[in-house]
C-alpha cells in the first residue's frame, strides 16, 4: 500500500479552512438569534441557511481529511487542526441550540 504523508503546511491551511468555515456558521447563528429576538424569523431562518452553507464548507474540508486517511494517507496533527475541530464542534452546537432558540422566541411571540 502506498501511504502519503500531507505535509504541516497543507494541514494548517485545512485547519485554518476549518476555522474559517466555522466562525462564519457561528457567526450567522448568532446574527439568527438576534434577529429573532427582535421578531424577524424570516431572517433567523436565512441566517441559519446561511450557517448551514458554511457548515457544508466545513464537512467538505473534514470529509476529504478523513476520506485521505482511510485511503492512506497519514496525518502529524498539529494542535492548530486540534482547535479547528474544536471550533467546527462549537460552532455547531452553537447552531443546534440557536435553532432551540428561535423556536422558543416564535412560541413567545405567538402568546
Known sequence: MNKSVMNKEELYSLAF????????????????MQVAKEGNFD???????EADSAFNEAHHVQ???????????????????????DHLMTALT?????????????LIKKD
Open 43 to 49: 431572517e433567523a431562518e436565512a441566517k441559519l441557511t
Open 94 to 106: 452553537l447552531k443546534e441550540l440557536a435553532r432551540e432558540i428561535i423556536d422558543l422566541h416564535k
Open 17 to 32: 479552512q476549518l476555522i474559517l468555515h466555522a466562525g462564519n456558521a457561528r457567526s450567522f447563528a448568532m446574527e439568527a
Open 63 to 85: 470529509t476529504d481529511l478523513i476520506q485521505k486517511e482511510a485511503g492512506g494517507s497519514e496525518y502529524d496533527i498539529p494542535l492548530i487542526m486540534i482547535h479547528a475541530q
